[in-house]
Antibody
Framework: LLLESGGGFVQPGGSLRLSCAASGFSFNTYDMNWVRQAPGKGLEWVSS????????NYAESVKGRFTVSRDNSKNTVYLEMSSLRVEDTAVFYC???????????????????WGQGAKVTVSS | DIQMTQSPSSLSASVGDRVTITCRAS??????LNWYQQKPGKAPKLLIY???GLLTGVPSRFSGSGSGTDFTLTINNLQPEDFATYYCQQSYSPPCSFGPGTKLEIQ
């Protein structure tokens, strides 16, 4: 189970931190991702963090503005968002990535568990 | 980056029908193609991984095929709960990328 929190309304240029609490699996053995969905639009991968937290990746659209981190002692992953833009308005999903499903190697991983989503609205 | 396209963008069908959704990658992705189902107001759910692997609990009326650049998701004997939006996603080359989605509507 993944449970996001921290969404809300923020003005352009503002900051927000999303949290995602995980339970029901060995959190510290899985890479975690954030995927967002703008209103009425499709899915966009935002960021990933390795199981140990030592490696992070970002979509070009958020690079330099968003920071992903995790605390394995708390089974929680975070997305720190700054310099927010109107176009960042979206539902943000915390997603567990599995690179092996029933013994089958999934290169790059498949997103097998999703949170319920945290709504972020950026508007003046 | 790899671009994903899907066709059709929307599709009307009836309960009991068989439908096929196509996904195409801008370059070869081997079989590293996943399919997700999303219902309004809900998070997406993984249905199929590596092009044809059916996740446990997903009804057998769902099937996937393809490799390289062209993939299909087929749903046999459509049920009312299958009306949703379907997304493909390539995981072969980072950054992963999703198709734009296919909205399956009741006719």
């Amino acid at each position: 189970l993944l449970l996001e929190s921290g969404g809300g309304f923020v003005q352009p240029g503002g900051s927000l931190r999303l949290s995602c609490a995980a339970s029901g699996f060995s959190f510290n053995t899985y890479d975690m991702n954030w995927v967002r969905q703008a209103p009425g639009k499709g899915l966009e991968w935002v960021s990933s963090i390795s199981a140990s937290g030592s490696h992070t990746n970002y979509a070009e659209s958020v690079k330099g503005r968003f920071t992903v981190s995790r605390d394995n002692s708390k089974n929680t992953v975070y997305l720190e968002m700054s310099s927010l833009r109107v176009e960042d308005t979206a539902v943000f999903y915390c997603v567990k990535e599995s690179t092996t499903i029933f013994g089958v190697i999934v290169r790059g991983g498949a997103f097998d568990i999703w949170g319920q989503g945290a709504k972020v609205t950026v508007s003046s | 980056d790899i671009q994903m396209t899907q066709s059709p963008s929307s599709l009307s069908a009836s309960v009991g029908d068989r439908v096929t959704i196509t996904c195409r990658a801008s370059q070869t992705i081997s079989s590293y193609l996943n399919w997700y189902q999303q219902k309004p107001g809900k998070a997406p759910k993984l249905l199929i991984y590596t092009a044809s692997g059916l996740l446990t609990g997903v009804p057998s009326r769902f099937s996937g095929s393809g490799s390289g650049t062209d993939f299909t998701l087929t749903i046999n004997n459509l049920q009312p709960e299958d009306f949703a939006t379907y997304y493909c996603q390539q995981s072969y080359s980072p950054p992963c990328s999703f198709g734009p989605g296919t909205k399956l509507e009741i006719q």
